[in-house]
Each structure stands twice: as structure tokens, then as C-alpha cells.
């Protein structure tokens, strides 16, 4: 069964520092992992999303990377400005249909 | 297009009473995802459609609940009868060619 765990669980940092975000599972059997957004008391946003045969994509200021051979896969988010604060989830899905499992989410705050 | 929209955005109700909540996907899109949010247990899929048949209801946690998806621009997941240990956020989202696109949920609490 597809497990994903991400580190930390909270982060704060000052504004205009870069940081990461970790996503692991379980299961290298992946199709694709997406990264979203969570803002509190709204929807998930989806912000990349990366197939399993792809290693990294881009956007704005994110970077989103996937190693699938370790189970990982990092986000990037360059020059953090206080609107980034929000809780950030990775979801993966399998080969073998259309589950996706998501991660418990790394709540960010971002200080001004 | 809106994005994917549900109703209500807010629900209070007591123990015992059936519950409701509705969902209308991003058009064109062939699945369709149910939801939930808790703090102790994170988000949890309940199940999902494809072409508005049910595929995987392996998440849905008990025969108090069940989803229909009459045709692909609406769905309703139901709540029958209601325990306060329901209280939670329901989202659904829906999904073309695997990316997911979440709706802003509906936020359920059984007193």
C-alpha cells in the first residue's frame, strides 16, 4: 500500500529566503505526482505536476523535482514572499488505477 | 470554465439526520473524485467515477454513505444517517488526463 510522508511538518521563514519542501512514498510504481496548494479554509490549488517519466518542472517561482527511484520528490519555491504562506501537498498516483494518495501536508509561513 | 463547484459550502446538522452534498465537475472532464479532510486523518479519497460509473468506492467508510453521478456534470455523495464523528470537510474534485482540480468544499458539522 502507498504511503507518503512529507518533512517538516510546519516551517517558517523570513521573507526572500528559498526553501524546500520533501515529499516521500512507498511505492516507486508511480504515473505522476502533483504538488498543491492548500490555503486555510479553501480548495486545493494544484501547482505542478510531474509525470513519472519527467524529473523536474517548472513554474514561476516553483521548481518541482521527482526521483523516482528513491521515493522522492522536492519542492523549490525561490524568493518566498508572505503569500506563499499555506500548507503544500504532494499526491502520487499508481500505475494501477486512479488513486491518488496524498501526503499530510507541510503547513508554511512565510514572515515578513 | 467556473471550476468545479459544490453546494453547500456549509453544513450543520443534527445526529440522525440525512445529509447531502453536491458536486458539479470542470466540463469535459471523464473522472470524478470524493473526498475527505480531517485533521486527524488528512485528506482520504471515498471514491471515484469514470464516465459517471463508480470505479473505486473502497474508501467509502461505511453503508451510511453513498454517491451516485447521474450524468457527467453532477454528483451527490449522501450521508444517511448522520454521527458527529462525520464532521469534516468533504471536497470533490475532478480530473482529465490524471491532473486534479479541487473543489472548495464543503465543510460538514454534525452536532
Known amino acids: 500500500k502507498q504511503e507518503v510522508t512529507q518533512i517538516p511538518a510546519a516551517l517558517s521563514v523570513p521573507e526572500g529566503e528559498n526553501l524546500v519542501l520533501n515529499c516521500s512514498f512507498t511505492?516507486?510504481?508511480?504515473?505522476?505526482l502533483q504538488w498543491f496548494r492548500q490555503d486555510p479554509g479553501k480548495g486545493l490549488t494544484s501547482l505542478l505536476l510531474i509525470q513519472s517519466s519527467q524529473r523536474e518542472q517548472t513554474s514561476g517561482r516553483l521548481n518541482a523535482s521527482l526521483d523516482k527511484s528513491s521515493g522522492r520528490s522536492t519542492l523549490y519555491i525561490a524568493a518566498s514572499q508572505p503569500g506563499d504562506s499555506a500548507t503544500y501537498l504532494c499526491?502520487?498516483?499508481?500505475?494501477?488505477?486512479?488513486?491518488?494518495?496524498f501526503g499530510p501536508g507541510t503547513r508554511l509561513s512565510v514572515l515578513p | 470554465d467556473a471550476g468545479v463547484i459544490q453546494s453547500p459550502r456549509h453544513e450543520v446538522t443534527e445526529m440522525g439526520q440525512e445529509v447531502t452534498l453536491r458536486c458539479k465537475p470542470i466540463?469535459?472532464?471523464?473522472?470524478l473524485f470524493w473526498y475527505r479532510q480531517t485533521m486527524m486523518r488528512g485528506l482520504e479519497l471515498l471514491i471515484y467515477?469514470?464516465?459517471?460509473?463508480?470505479?473505486?468506492d473502497s474508501g467509502m467508510p461505511e453503508d451510511r454513505f453513498s454517491a451516485k453521478m447521474p450524468n457527467a456534470s453532477f454528483s451527490t455523495l449522501k450521508i444517511q444517517p448522520s454521527e458527529p464523528r462525520d464532521s469534516a470537510v468533504y471536497f470533490c474534485?475532478?480530473?482529465?488526463?490524471?491532473?486534479?482540480?479541487f473543489g472548495p468544499g464543503t465543510r460538514l458539522t454534525v452536532l
Open positions: 474534485a475532478s480530473s482529465f488526463r490524471y491532473e486534479q482540480f
Open positions: 499526491a502520487v498516483k499508481d500505475n494501477y488505477g486512479q488513486n491518488f494518495v
Open positions: 511505492d516507486s510504481a508511480i504515473y505522476n
Open positions: 467515477f469514470n464516465n459517471n460509473v463508480p470505479i473505486d
Open positions: 466540463s469535459g472532464h471523464d473522472y
